[in-house]
T-cell receptor
Framework: GENVEQHPSTLSVQEGDSAVIKCTYSDSASNYFPWYKQELGKRPQLIIDIRSNVGEKKDQRIAVTLNKTAKHFSLHITETQPEDSAVYFCAASIRGGGADGLTFGKGTHLIIQP | NAGVTQTPKFQVLKTGQSMTLQCAQD?????MSWYRQDPGMGLRLIHY???????DQGEVPNGYNVSRSTTEDFPLRLLSAAPSQTSVYFCASSYSLSVGEKLFFGSGTQLSVL
């Protein structure tokens, strides 16, 4: 089955700086890569996603890049703010959509230092 | 719409007891699934369903049963609870099986097995 590795496990950045979280996946058949944000005690919330036919996608301060050849994708957050502090999860789907569920990385705890 | 509703929010069981975690969605979603979240492990898929009467196993199905008699409901049963099943459980659903279909999560059930 699919395996998703996520790094780093903890990331501390100064407010206003950029943060980058990286993930690799094992199955070249994966074609959908969402990112979720989870605040303490809350449910995961989708923040951005990318499909395998797209190399980059941006939504205001958040962007995701995908390198299919290397089988890795990254989340970029610019101009970080205190409300960006949370745990971020990457995920991959082998057959697309919800047909087989999502395989998640183990998460990155992002800490924004004031 | 209430979205994805999970009950109970908290539960404490003794080893060997059985219980059912409830999940209901009112969005006419075709796909429903159960994940468990353990510290440092991300979210792992337990079981999923692509429609009423159809269920399949995910990454960690042992010790859990599911059924999908209606489109709206997808209960998760623990037949004989074990301490290893202490976790936070999330139900999730999506409208269809199309690539990139957004996955909606419930608010979670925190389960402790003593």
């Amino acid at each position: 089955g699919e395996n998703v590795e996520q790094h780093p496990s903890t990331l501390s950045v100064q407010e206003g700086d950029s943060a980058v979280i990286k993930c690799t996946y094992s199955d070249s058949a994966s074609n959908y890569f969402p990112w979720y944000k989870q605040e303490l005690g809350k449910r995961p919330q989708l923040i951005i996603d990318i499909r395998s036919n797209v190399g980059e996608k941006k939504d205001q301060r958040i962007a995701v890049t995908l390198n299919k050849t290397a089988k890795h994708f990254s989340l970029h957050i610019t101009e970080t703010q205190p409300e960006d502090s949370a745990v971020y999860f990457c995920a991959a789907s082998i057959r697309g959509g919800g047909a087989d569920g999502l395989t998640f990385g183990k998460g990155t705890h992002l800490i924004i230092q004031p | 719409n209430a979205g994805v509703t999970q009950t109970p929010k908290f539960q404490v069981l003794k080893t060997g007891q059985s219980m059912t975690l409830q999940c209901a969605q009112d969005m006419n979603h075709e796909y429903m699934s159960w994940y468990r979240q353990d510290p440092g492990m991300g979210l792992r898929l337990i079981h999923y369903s692509v429609g009423a009467g159809i269920t399949d196993q995910g990454e960690v199905p042992n010790g859990y049963n599911v059924s999908r008699s209606t489109t709206e409901d997808f209960p998760l049963r623990l037949l004989s609870a074990a301490p290893s099943q202490t976790s936070v459980y999330f139900c999730a659903s999506s409208y269809s099986l199309s690539v990139g279909e957004k996955l909606f999560f419930g608010s979670g059930t925190q389960l402790s097995v003593l």
